[in-house]
């Protein structure tokens, strides 16, 4: 490739970063193409590697990534990426369609609950919670606070999963409809309560649990069975507790 051909690419890129998702690594590309995600250009420094890969873990989507993969300078590529993925492959994707995904988490009645992050902080761990509510069929995953659940670290972390599942942000008033379960110490233990379909499941922020606000409207408090003097656990095993308790259906695609 010519300078001048990666000039090119490279400003296509920029151009188009702003209204898009960075989608970093392998497997947030083979995520986003498996759920529909309008992918836009996709750069790497080793087209043959890129390929390869594709072909080896995931044949469903390597002939797509084949035709659209362009290969640039691997300086070319860390300057458009902030931090190059293993894979050594990049894409830039259309963010899912907001009316659509305020569609399917207020659609009564729903197949699969909501879980709802209050005021998460750490950002992997709101791309863990994605990724696991995509695996258990959860309708979707809504936090409220001032964090960006599109933000590319949490779409990083997600494994491009924020295809798979309606991933938005809301304030408490603007939380879908639903019988309201939230985790809380003092709640009933979960492994005697029957959580509805149709629920949305609040879990409070690492460091400060669930928001006096968010609690006063729960339709019941549920607790998580824990040994004596361990304080709490990470937030991502939390959510994948409740949701296998909840009992979501088998992944019916690739992994």
Do not use: C
């Not at 362009?70 to 830039?92: N, Q, S």
């Not at 509510?133 to 933000?151: K, L």
């Not at 309201?180 to 029957?194: A, F, H, N, Q, T």
Request: net charge negative; aromatic share 4%; charged share 20%.
């Amino acid at each position: 490739m010519t300078d001048d051909v990666a000039e090119a690419v490279m400003g296509r890129w920029r151009a188009a970063a702003p209204d898009t998702v960075l989608l970093d690594g392998f497997h947030a590309i083979k995520h986003a193409l498996r759920f529909g995600a309008d992918v836009r250009m996709t750069v790497t420094s080793d087209r043959q590697a890129a390929v390869a890969l594709a072909r080896e873990l995931a044949d469903d989507v390597s002939d797509v990534i084949a035709r659209s993969v362009v290969e640039i300078p691997a300086h070319a590529l860390r300057e458009l990426v902030p931090r190059i993925h293993t894979t050594g492959i990049a894409a830039l994707a259309v963010r899912r369609d907001a009316r659509a995904n305020a569609e399917t988490l207020s659609r009564l009645p729903r197949p699969s609950p909501v879980v709802v992050l209050d005021n998460p902080r750490n950002l992997g761990n709101v791309g863990a919670v994605v990724r696991l509510a995509a695996g258990f069929g959860a309708t979707g995953v809504v936090t409220t606070g001032d964090m960006d659940p599109w933000h590319p670290n949490v779409v990083r972390a997600g494994a491009g999963l924020h295809y798979a599942t309606a991933v938005e942000h809301r304030s408490l008033d603007e939380l879908p409809p639903g019988p309201l379960y939230v985790l809380d110490p003092e709640g009933e233990d979960i492994r005697s309560v029957k959580v509805p379909d149709d629920a949305l499941i609040a879990f409070g922020s690492e460091r400060h649990g669930i928001s006096p606000e968010l609690r006063s409207r729960a339709t019941e408090l549920v607790s998580l069975p824990m040994r004596p003097q361990v304080s709490s656990y990470n937030l991502a095993t939390s959510v994948a507790m409740t949701l296998f308790h909840w009992g979501g259906p088998p992944a019916t695609t690739p992994a």
